[in-house]
């Protein structure tokens, strides 16, 4: 059987990767995870060492990608890998924090980005995963806020010409308020979850863009807002 294409979806195991592994495994696509930890449901998995650098994780990325692709190209990089930790400049952990969220957010997105250099076909798409909180100031977590902006950055760098990526590539960031995950509904369990956005909006929605449908203007920032369990997009 022919498969509908093919993605990676970095940050596979999360909640909003396993969603969208899921997803697009439903509709027929060949989808490979990388992730930490092993996603069962995708095709092919790539595990990679918190403890590695930058460096030595490109190395192993690329060539286990290129490995699994079997000289195939990509359809889409999807990258929703990232996590969450607060702290102003006075608080004890303020530069910690700042290392863990420049990990999380800023080297998965680079790495993806570097992928997508080498394996995107013509036409393709790159996804990364900035924050609506980022547009502005954001005292309360000065990490998270600056590694969110520099994703914001680095969409806009991939979409300008000469960025590295193949002719056509579609290059996109969404911007989410808050999204509808377990750890969130455990952790703010009063919280009014119809503003939330469901992962399956999301999923669908990386789903349309990689089929050539709705596609933003390259270069986006897609905020994702929702109220009443509506979900509109805001781009900027």
């Known amino acids: 059987m022919s498969r509908a294409g093919r993605?990676?979806?970095?940050?596979?195991?999360?909640?909003?990767g396993s969603t969208c592994v899921s997803h697009f495994k439903k509709q027929n696509w060949w989808v490979g995870s990388i992730d930490l930890k092993e996603n069962e449901e995708a095709d092919v998995n790539i595990i990679l060492d918190p403890?590695?650098?930058?460096?030595?994780?490109?190395s192993k990325l690329i060539s286990q990608v290129g490995a699994a692709l079997e000289?195939?190209?990509?359809?889409?990089?999807?990258?929703?890998?990232?996590?969450?930790?607060?702290?102003?400049?006075?608080?004890?952990?303020?530069?910690?924090?700042?290392?863990?969220?420049?990990?999380?957010?800023?080297?998965?997105?680079?790495?993806?980005a570097a992928m997508a250099a080498n394996f995107l076909k013509e036409g393709g798409v790159i996804t990364l995963t900035g924050a609506h909180a980022a547009?502005?100031?954001?005292?309360?977590?000065?990490?998270?806020?600056?590694?969110k902006g520099a994703v914001h950055q680095l969409t806009?760098?991939?979409?300008?010409?000469?960025?590295?990526?193949?002719?056509?590539?579609?290059?996109?960031?969404?911007?989410?308020?808050?999204?509808?995950?377990?750890m969130n509904r455990?952790?703010?369990?009063?919280?009014?979850?119809?503003?939330?956005?469901?992962l399956e909006f999301v999923a669908d929605l990386f789903l349309q863009w990689t089929q050539g449908q709705?596609?933003?203007?390259?270069?986006?920032?897609?905020?994702?807002?929702?109220?009443?369990?509506?979900?509109?997009l805001e781009i900027s």
């Open 7 to 16: 993605i990676f979806v970095y940050g596979g195991r999360g909640a909003l």
């Open 51 to 58: 403890n590695h650098g930058w460096l030595e994780q490109e």
């Open 71 to 112: 000289n195939n190209k990509l359809d889409a990089v999807i990258c929703v890998a990232g996590g969450w930790a607060g702290g102003n400049a006075a608080s004890k952990e303020f530069v910690k924090n700042t290392d863990l969220m420049w990990k999380q957010s800023v080297w998965s997105s680079v790495l993806a």
């Open 135 to 147: 547009l502005n100031g954001t005292p309360g977590m000065i990490g998270y806020g600056l590694a």
């Open 156 to 182: 806009k760098s991939l979409a300008a010409p000469e960025s590295g990526l193949p002719k056509g590539s579609l290059a996109v960031s969404i911007l989410p308020i808050t999204l509808d995950t377990p």
């Open 186 to 198: 455990k952790w703010m369990p009063k919280a009014d979850t119809s503003t939330w956005t469901p």
């Open 214 to 232: 709705n596609r933003p203007a390259n270069g986006s920032l897609v905020g994702l807002k929702t109220e009443n369990n509506v979900t509109k």
